[in-house]
Structure formats: C-alpha cells, structure tokens
C-alpha cells in the first residue's frame, strides 16, 4: 500500500502517520498548517515525522491534489484534513464550508480519477445532534445537526456514499468520539483542562457539569483505523455502493466532572470551578455502541480512562513548555511558559 495521510501534523494524523510508518507502509503526509490553533504545535508533530514525505498542501486547492496524485501514485487515502471545532463553528461557518464541503468534494474526485482502492475519511460522533437514545448506533437518524461542524461532516458522509454508489468509490467513515491523548489538540476539554490546572487557574465547565463524553484514547482510535485499512467496502446483496459507516469510540460515556477528578488526581492539584451554561452547538451526552465496528475488526477500544490520562500526563510534563505556549493567550512568551516548567522532570519522576 502506498497510502496518503491528510491532516498528518494535526492529532489524530500524526499518530496515524507514525504508526503506518513504523509498520514498514510507504506513507505520505499533507496538511495545510493552518492557524486554527498553534501552528508550533503542528510544526513540533511534523518534526517528529521527518521521515515521511510531506507536501503542504490545502485540500481545498484542487489543482495542487491532482498533481500530487498523479506524481505520487496511491492506492489508499485516510482524509484527516478538515477545519475541526463545534463552538468555533457557530462564529466562523464559512471556514468550514470551503475546507470540509469543497476540500472533501475535491478528495473524492481525485480519489475516483485515480482509481483509489480504499478512501477512509473523518466524520464525527457530532452528527448525532441532541437524540436522546443512547447509545448512538450507525443506523440512528442524523438529520438534525446541533452545529456547523456537525452539518458539514454529515454531509461528507452523503457525498461519498455518492461518490461509492456512482464510481463504485470504496469509502468508510469514521465517527470519531472525543480523541484524548499525547499531542492532544489544545482547543479541546483535555488539553484546556490540564493547561488550566497546571497554571493554577479556574476551570470553565459548561452545562453545570452535566455532560458526559465518550472519551476514547488516540493509541485505540489508531488501532481502529489501521485494521479498517484493509476492509474496502464492496457491494453486495443488501448494498448497492461500497460504503460504511462506523463509530470509533470506546463505548463508555465518562461523566464529565469524573474525567476532571481524575486529571486532578493525577496531576496532584485540585482547580476551583466555575460552572457555566450550555454552550451554543454543544451537546449534553455521547455514547458510541461499537458492535459494527467490532463485528469487522475484532477489536473494541481497551485503554481505560485512567490509564490513558496517566499516559498523558507523563506526555503532559515532558512537553508542558510546549502545550503551554500553544495555547497561551495573547502570546504568553516562551520564558514564562519554560518557567513552569521548571519542575518537570522531578514530577515525571513523582507521576511515572
């Protein structure tokens, strides 16, 4: 296989990436770098791929894919790439319109040209919306979107199984459920916990705490979409396109507040918290039922909750000099952020 990673310096991308690599595949990776969050996040990933071949590239930019694809020759493609963040969608809804409507519309169509054997692409457990029966199923109506976001990544579900059932495009989707883990992006609860914590400052936690995510950890999701790779759809009986859903989560809803004493816990430091409102395009729950998913691979997300927020702590306090420059706002300077960090290695002797 000679496989194309999209979103490689983004979280999940980087991971997936490193993991082909390692397993001896021929491994090229894209991104655009965006500013979305700290693009010295997204460089410290890529220099962590130096192996790899990589193209920046904006999916967007239809041109440019197509001389790539047709230098480049692939026969797998996993579509990471995308503008990511429900809340960030409700203020800036166009920025999503161009990177996952008219990016993704341009993959598939390089993708059928050149005759790719199996597309992966990114959905999200956010297509789901607000419903009520839990636990969330593929086969559960998704027609009422809680967000930009959310919309956007049902409708690339709709345009590959289009793009399956016209060009007989062999497509999976993959509706990722709240990915935590080393190199986490910043913008998401994980992240902003734990940089919160580390500084000594109050936590926001919408919804007065009542929220509960299916928190699935990265080295998991990694494990799903490697034995995915294989398993191209193909029609049969009982369906006519090459194409497949399938929810990527552990299959545990972790109560939001227990996620926040637990990273507490183990960062030996408790954080006053202010309770605020639902957020706008949030949802309360999510919950994957993952018997599809293990009906094909054999395999069910294992990392429990503590165990995964252990390994990302000890990540947390090598690389905190890092996380807390990304994410500082108004350019919190690197001194500051190496000067919590002054303790690091006597922590990481104290967490391992």
């Not at 598939?108 to 199996?118: A, G, N, P, S």
């Not at 839990?134 to 027609?143: A, I, N, Q, W, Y």
């Not at 009422?144 to 495009?169: C, G």
């Given at each position: 296989?000679?496989?194309?990673?999209?979103?490689?310096?983004?979280?999940?991308?980087?991971?997936?990436?490193?993991?082909?690599?390692?397993?001896?595949?021929?491994?090229?990776a894209l991104d655009n770098l965006n500013d979305y969050y700290a693009v010295s996040l997204k460089q410290a990933r890529m220099e962590r791929l130096s192996g790899i071949p990589f193209h920046r590239v904006d999916?967007?930019?239809?041109?440019?894919?197509?001389?790539?694809?047709?230098?480049?020759?692939?026969?797998?493609v996993i579509n990471l790439a995308a503008q990511a963040g429900v809340r960030h969608s409700v203020e800036h809804p166009h920025e999503y319109g161009r990177s996952n409507l008219t990016g993704f519309l341009n993959?598939?169509?390089?993708?059928?040209?050149?005759?790719?054997?199996?597309?992966?692409?990114?959905?999200?457990?956010?297509?789901?919306?607000?419903?009520?029966?839990?636990?969330?199923?593929?086969?559960?109506?998704?027609?009422?979107?809680?967000?930009?976001?959310?919309?956007?990544?049902?409708?690339?579900?709709?345009?590959?199984?289009?793009?399956?059932?016209?060009?007989?495009?062999?497509?999976?989707?993959?509706?990722?459920?709240?990915?935590?883990?080393?190199?986490?992006?910043?913008?998401?609860?994980?992240?902003?916990?734990?940089?919160?914590?580390?500084?000594?400052?109050?936590?926001?936690?919408?919804?007065?705490?009542?929220?509960?995510?299916?928190?699935?950890?990265?080295?998991?999701?990694?494990?799903?979409?490697?034995?995915?790779?294989?398993?191209?759809?193909?029609?049969?009986?009982?369906?006519?396109?090459?194409?497949?859903?399938?929810?990527?989560?552990?299959?545990?809803?972790?109560?939001?507040?227990?996620?926040?004493?637990?990273?507490?816990?183990?960062?030996?430091?408790?954080?006053?918290?202010?309770?605020?409102?639902?957020?706008?395009?949030?949802?309360?729950?999510?919950?994957?039922?993952?018997?599809?998913?293990?009906?094909?691979?054999?395999?069910?997300?294992?990392?429990?909750?503590?165990?995964?927020?252990?390994?990302?702590?000890?990540?947390?306090?090598?690389?905190?000099?890092?996380?807390?420059?990304?994410?500082a706002a108004g350019g919190e300077s690197a001194i500051a952020a190496s000067a919590v960090a002054a303790s690091a290695v006597v922590e990481r002797e104290r967490l391992a």
């Amino acid at each position: 296989m000679k496989i194309l990673v999209t979103g490689a310096a983004g979280f999940i991308g980087f991971h997936l990436a490193e993991r082909l690599a390692r397993e001896g595949h021929s491994v090229v990776a894209l991104d655009n770098l965006n500013d979305y969050y700290a693009v010295s996040l997204k460089q410290a990933r890529m220099e962590r791929l130096s192996g790899i071949p990589f193209h920046r590239v904006d999916i967007a930019d239809l041109a440019s894919l197509e001389t790539l694809f047709a230098r480049e020759r692939f026969t797998h493609v996993i579509n990471l790439a995308a503008q990511a963040g429900v809340r960030h969608s409700v203020e800036h809804p166009h920025e999503y319109g161009r990177s996952n409507l008219t990016g993704f519309l341009n993959l598939l169509d390089v993708c059928k040209r050149h005759d790719i054997e199996h597309l992966l692409y990114a959905s999200s457990s956010s297509v789901y919306g607000r419903q009520k029966t839990l636990p969330f199923r593929e086969t559960d109506p998704v027609d009422q979107p809680a967000s930009i976001y959310a919309a956007t990544k049902r409708a690339n579900e709709m345009m590959a199984y289009s793009y399956a059932d016209l060009h007989r495009l062999p497509a999976t989707g993959m509706r990722f459920f709240t990915v935590y883990g080393p190199w986490g992006r910043p913008d998401m609860a994980p992240c902003l916990f734990a940089a919160s914590l580390l500084r000594g400052e109050p936590i926001d936690i919408f919804n007065h705490g009542r929220m509960a995510r299916d928190f699935t950890y990265i080295d998991d999701v990694i494990e799903c979409i490697v034995r995915l790779l294989p398993h191209a759809p193909r029609p049969n009986a009982d369906r006519s396109a090459p194409h497949e859903i399938y929810n990527l989560g552990r299959g545990k809803p972790i109560a939001l507040l227990d996620f926040v004493d637990t990273l507490e816990r183990r960062l030996g430091t408790t954080a006053t918290r202010h309770f605020k409102q639902m957020q706008p395009g949030d949802v309360e729950r999510t919950w994957a039922d993952t018997h599809k998913l293990r009906s094909v691979i054999d395999y069910t997300p294992r990392v429990s909750l503590e165990q995964g927020i252990d390994r990302f702590v000890i990540w947390l306090i090598d690389y905190r000099g890092l996380m807390l420059e990304a994410m500082a706002a108004g350019g919190e300077s690197a001194i500051a952020a190496s000067a919590v960090a002054a303790s690091a290695v006597v922590e990481r002797e104290r967490l391992a």
